[in-house]
Each structure stands twice: as structure tokens, then as C-alpha cells.
């Protein structure tokens, strides 16, 4: 078990979250980084899919009574395990009643605490995953809290692999690509390239819903009204006041707002590791670039073993 | 509203990448009845036969985003499934549509924005209320957060833009308008509709069977409440 002594800015229970229920206007969300979160379930032996803590900004101090195989995955937030520091991409061993202190972030905006075996919690609609929002999944559907005591499970799939090296392109980026979306030729040529050579700064306003940016304004398409439809993951919307919002993981179904841009699939994962002021600078690719760019990234994940 | 009228002015599908992992299939570009109901009978065919690599669905006024698996398939593989499909929409047929009633306190703290909204249309604040009370609604789809109907059948009198900037925060249970579209806020999140006023009842709630008081296809009245019918 894990026994939670204090549980950080905003940690809570993830998978890779639920797919198909779209249509009564419930997101998938799952982890913010998902490439970190199945690196750190293959570390640990676990399948891909298994739930793991996922710490944000600030991470937690956790005490396991009976010990565990862990590795942290994604950014790191300077932990130590019994006063021995621990990186991340590392699995280590909790002896029985040992204490995990994690602190603030040195790098991105998430870790992920894998053990192995998996974090066990009781199955909302297929997925662990914890929707913040709406209260729903998880454990208790919200973020953890001190005192809080979770199970850890039996999801074992492999040895631990705790010499797995992970490649350079699974890393966090600051140049985030995207495709076309729907609305990308309303924009005008001069909103298109302002979008594309300026840095935009991530507001504190950025969460597992959508991250707000700030930047050169993005001159919205003239009489821009349209008929809200489905938007994807990664939406990039322009609302009137010109700067630009990211839809993630516990987005939005549907939206209103004209999109001048899709951050691709394979980018996602560095979108969740953006932290409040970072700046980045959005890239255009085509469809076929886009999918040979995620290929490379199943690749470099799958090679982990 | 039967299939035989909807399909005779009919425009044909239209098929638009929307991500690397996603396609649009777009009836239109306005809300009307017969959109609406492509889009029902496409959600409904879909979810009875599943297509290979398609993981989530999307619905909207007038049209579906359907997220697939981009390492299972791709944009024109998944088009070339679906277009024999779409264009025999007609052959799916859909339940009855349910009747819903939803208490509503309007204006003050509930509502901020109906003065804004009365003032925009020169009327009074009484009479956005009557308006927007006296109508019959359908839910077109469910979106934007989970419980979150899109209802159609707004009088065209109450129309309104939405907010140029949104809220940060909206508390849930808001009814709001955006355009020709009204709904209700199940939680409080961010939004941009101009909020008239506010429901006591849970529209999304999961440990209740359906977890949505709405769905798809269901016909909604508002009938208005006093703030202290709203606190009981």
C-alpha cells in the first residue's frame, strides 16, 4: 500500500483514460504525459496502461508499509528516498516502511510515480483515471489528500527492466508541431504568421483541461460565429481577445471557437510538461509527418525492454 | 421529422482532417433539424457497428468528430468506411425522444448576465425570462463537459453572441445563451455563454443511472423558480 503524508500542489491517480464516451460529453483524460507514464510502467514491468500517481509542480512525501519496486517518470522533482536522492528514469526498491519525499520541479510540470504492479483503485467507465473537473474516477474522483491509503495491485507484465535507456525524442520539447485543424484558413495570412513566428508564454491558467497562452494577439477571422462542432485533443482555439488556448487532456468535447492549428499526437506529452511562463514556438507539419513522427516515438518506447 | 423529409435537402458529407488522430464529418455549416438528425442516426450506426481503430466519437449540431487510433489507421482509409455509410443515413432508426423539465431561478446572482442580454434586445428582463421559458427544446447533442445538452429551439429574439472573453469560472447548474444555442453548466468550468440564470438539479451526477439527465434527442422545458424554491 502507499499512505500519503502530503500529497503535493495536485496529485492524482492516471492511466491512459477512457476512450468512447465522447458522445455524453466526457473526455478520455488519463495522464498528462503519456509517454512518461507507459516509460515508467515498462521500467517497472507493469503493462503500458497501468495507473500511477501522477505529482504536478510539487510533488508529495509517500510512506510504503510494505515497500515497493518504483521508478519516477517524466520531470524531475528532486526526490530522496530516505534521505537518498532517487532521478527519475531509475526503478529503485522502497524496503518495508519506507518514506518517498518528492519536492518542486527542476524541470517540467509532471512526475509520475509507477510502482510496480500498479496503483489500484476501483474502475470508473474502464479507466482509473482520475477527471478532475467533474469528480469522477480515481480514487474518490478527486486529488489525493493527507492520510489518504491506496492499494497497489498485481498488473504485472515483465521483469523490471532498470537498465532501460530512453532515447532523446521521448524527452519534453519546447517547439510544439501541429497540423492544420478545420478553421485553419479562415485565419488570415498575416493571423497564420504571427501564430507561427511568435513565442507564446503559458498563463497560469493551464491545467489538465486546456492551457491558456499569451503572446503577439492572433487577429480572430472576420464575423468568426461558427456552429460549435467536435474539437480534438490538442485543439489550438483563437477567441476573440487573439490568444490562443490548448484543449488537453480533460478537455472540452466540443467547442465554439475557431482553431487555427492541431498540436500532433506525438506532442502531446510535451504540452503536459509545460509549466506556467514557459515559452514555446508552434511548428507546421503535414498529416504524413505527423504519423511518421508518432511511429518513430511507438518505436523509441517499444525499444524500451 | 421523418427520414424521407430530412433527405431531401440534404447536402453531402463533407470529410476534414481536424488532427493526426481525428476526422470531421460536417453535415452543414448551420443548425437545422434535419443536420441534427444525420448526426444522431450517425452516432447511433457507429456506435451499433463499431469501425476498426475508431476510439471516440464526438457529436455536435451538425456535425461528428470521430478520434481514431492513427497507428491502427488513417484519415482517407477510415473516409473511404464511412462514406457508403454515411450517405445511407436514412435506414437507421432512432428511439423516442424523452420530455425533461428543468427548474430555473433567472436573473440576479444566478443569471449575472441577463440585463446584459434583456438591454441588448431592448426588452426587460421579464420578458427574456417568458421567452426563453415558454420555449420547447432539443437536446441536439452532448458536449463540451460530461451532462453538457446543446439545446436547439432558442427563439430567435433571445439570440445572443457569446461573451468576448470567456469566464474563468462558471458555477455549475448555469443556464447560459451562445447565439441560437441554450444549455446548462453541469459543473463549474470556464465558458463564454451569456449566463441567464441557475438549476438546483444535478445534471450530471456519476453515481446515478443514466449519469446524465439529458441525452441525445430528448425534448427540455425550463420553467422558472423563485431564489427560495432554489435554496430548498
Known amino acids: ?305 | 421529422m421523418t427520414g424521407h423529409e430530412s433527405s431531401l435537402a440534404d447536402l453531402p458529407a463533407r470529410f476534414l482532417p481536424a488532427s493526426d488522430q481525428s476526422l470531421l464529418v460536417s453535415f452543414g455549416e448551420r443548425i437545422d433539424p434535419s443536420a441534427s438528425l444525420r448526426v444522431r442516426r450517425l452516432i447511433r450506426l457507429l456506435e451499433l457497428n463499431p469501425i476498426r481503430g475508431v476510439v471516440n466519437l464526438h457529436p455536435a449540431y451538425c456535425s461528428v468528430l470521430i478520434r481514431f487510433d492513427a497507428l491502427v489507421t488513417e484519415h482517407g482509409e477510415l473516409e473511404a468506411l464511412l462514406r457508403p455509410q454515411v450517405e445511407n443515413l436514412d435506414a437507421v432508426s432512432l428511439p423516442e425522444p424523452r420530455e425533461v423539465e428543468i427548474p430555473v431561478c433567472y436573473g440576479g446572482e444566478f443569471g449575472a448576465d441577463l440585463a446584459d442580454v434583456a438591454g441588448l434586445h431592448e426588452m426587460t428582463p421579464a420578458q427574456v425570462i417568458a421567452l426563453h421559458s415558454a420555449a420547447v427544446y432539443t437536446v441536439d447533442f452532448l458536449g463540451f463537459a460530461p451532462g453538457f445538452g446543446y439545446l436547439s429551439g432558442l427563439p430567435g429574439e433571445l439570440a445572443t453572441p457569446r461573451l468576448p472573453v470567456p469566464r474563468r469560472s462558471v458555477p455549475a447548474g448555469s443556464v447560459g445563451i451562445a447565439g441560437n444555442q441554450t444549455g446548462v453548466y453541469p459543473f463549474a468550468t470556464a465558458g463564454g455563454w451569456r449566463l441567464i440564470g441557475r438549476t438546483p438539479v444535478a445534471m450530471f451526477r456519476s453515481d446515478r443511472q443514466p449519469m446524465s439527465l439529458l441525452s441525445i434527442g430528448d425534448r427540455v422545458r425550463f420553467h422558472p423558480i423563485s431564489p427560495e424554491e432554489f435554496t430548498r
Not at chain 1, 12 to 30: A, E, H, I, W, Y
Not at chain 1, 48 to 71: D, Q, S, Y
Not at chain 1, 88 to 105: E, I, M, S, V
Not at chain 1, 141 to 153: F, H, M, T, W
Open chain 1, 1 to 305: 500500500m502507499i499512505r500519503v503524508e502530503t500529497p503535493g500542489l495536485l496529485t492524482t491517480v492516471q492511466d491512459l483514460g477512457r476512450m468512447g464516451f465522447g458522445p455524453v460529453g466526457v473526455s478520455p483524460s488519463g495522464a498528462a504525459d503519456a509517454v512518461a507514464l507507459r516509460v515508467g510502467n515498462r521500467l517497472v514491468g507493469n503493462p503500458e496502461e497501468a495507473a500511477a500517481l501522477e505529482m504536478t509542480l510539487a510533488g508529495g512525501t509517500f510512506v510504503f508499509p510494505e515497500g515497493a519496486l518504483a521508478v519516477l517518470a517524466g520531470s524531475d522533482f528532486g526526490a530522496a528516498m530516505n534521505d537518498a536522492e532517487v532521478g527519475p528514469w531509475k526503478p529503485f526498491h522502497l524496503p518495508p516502511g519506507a518514506r518517498l519525499r518528492t519536492g518542486h520541479t527542476r524541470s517540467g510540470a509532471r512526475c509520475y510515480l509507477c510502482v510496480r504492479g500498479g496503483v489500484e483503485v476501483k474502475s470508473f467507465l474502464g479507466s482509473a483515471s482520475t477527471h478532475v473537473l467533474s469528480g469522477l474516477g480515481g480514487f474518490e474522483g478527486r486529488a489525493l489528500r493527507k492520510g489518504d491509503v491506496l492499494r497497489i495491485g498485481n498488473r504485472v507484465e515483465n521483469e523490471p527492466r532498470p537498465k532501460g535507456a530512453v532515447a532523446d525524442i521521448l524527452l519534453p520539447r519546447k517547439t510544439i508541431r501541429v497540423t492544420d485543424a478545420p478553421q485553419s484558413e479562415w485565419f488570415s495570412e498575416e493571423s497564420r504568421s504571427i501564430f507561427f513566428s511568435s513565442g507564446y508564454r503559458v498563463t497560469e491558467e493551464a491545467n489538465r483541461m486546456g492551457l491558456r497562452l499569451e503572446g503577439p494577439a492572433i487577429p480572430t477571422p472576420p464575423g468568426g460565429q461558427m456552429v460549435t462542432e467536435g474539437v480534438p485533443l490538442g485543439a489550438v482555439q483563437v477567441p476573440a481577445g487573439g490568444q490562443p488556448i490548448i484543449l488537453f487532456v480533460e478537455q472540452q468535447t466540443t467547442g465554439g471557437y475557431p482553431k487555427i492549428a492541431n498540436v500532433i499526437t506525438a506532442d502531446m506529452s510535451s504540452v503536459g510538461q509545460l509549466r506556467p511562463r514557459d515559452e514555446i514556438r508552434f511548428e507546421r507539419v503535414d498529416q504524413s509527418t505527423a504519423r511518421a513522427i508518432l511511429r518513430e516515438q511507438e518505436e523509441a518506447i517499444r525499444a524500451i525492454h
